[in-house]
């Protein structure tokens, strides 16, 4: 365990800050007790009530673990959309195709309508499509410029660093961040 000097003080702001953590998960994620039941129970259900280092460092370690195991769960999570944006896709292009075939068939025997006990398909007429054979050649009435106004923060940090005041932008005090790295 850590040798680490805290003052009962700082103690117990960081239990109290758990359990701030606690409440608010529980008030601004309803589903957390179906889907993630047992995250509450990792970050602890045994909070310690006064300042004791000892409790407060397991249940720092959980509130660890409880990060990582949800950073897993996000990434899983992640591939399993990406797996299913793949599948949806191929269904979709899957349907595009057949329906094309569908219709070449159709056409080639000259079929305006198939009517059965479970689908009814009919050929109809579609509204003709712009094609545009070259851009560079079309007169200006015709196109549409867009224009995309974006803050350059690159150029804004750069010139508030240097002390430029800048109405509209300012910087943020610095802050902290943890890095939490898994063997």
Do not use: C, W
Not at 133 to 151: M, S
Request: aromatic residues 4%; without cysteine; hydrophobic residues 40%.
């Amino acid at each position: 365990m850590s040798s680490l000097a805290v003052s009962p003080h700082r103690l117990s702001q960081a239990i109290a800050e758990i359990q701030r953590y606690r409440a608010f998960l529980a008030e601004t994620d309803p589903e957390l007790a179906a889907d993630e039941g047992e995250l509450l129970g990792l970050i602890g259900a045994d909070l310690p009530e006064t300042a004791d280092l000892a409790r407060a460092m397991e249940t720092i370690h959980r509130l660890i673990r409880a990060a990582i195991l949800m950073r897993e769960r996000s990434q899983a999570a992640d591939d399993a959309l990406a797996r299913q944006k793949g599948r949806r896709d191929r269904y979709t292009a899957r349907y595009d195709a057949l329906r094309h075939v569908v219709l070449n068939v159709m056409q080639a025997i000259g079929q305006k309508r198939i009517d059965t006990h479970d689908f009814t398909v009919s050929r109809r007429a579609t509204a003709p499509h712009v094609v545009i054979t070259d851009e560079t050649a079309l007169p200006e009435e015709y196109v549409r410029v867009i224009v995309n106004k974006v803050p350059d923060k690159m150029k804004i940090r750069e010139d508030l660093s240097e002390g430029v005041v800048i109405e509209g932008a300012t910087l943020s005090n610095a802050g902290e961040s943890v890095i939490i790295r898994t063997d």
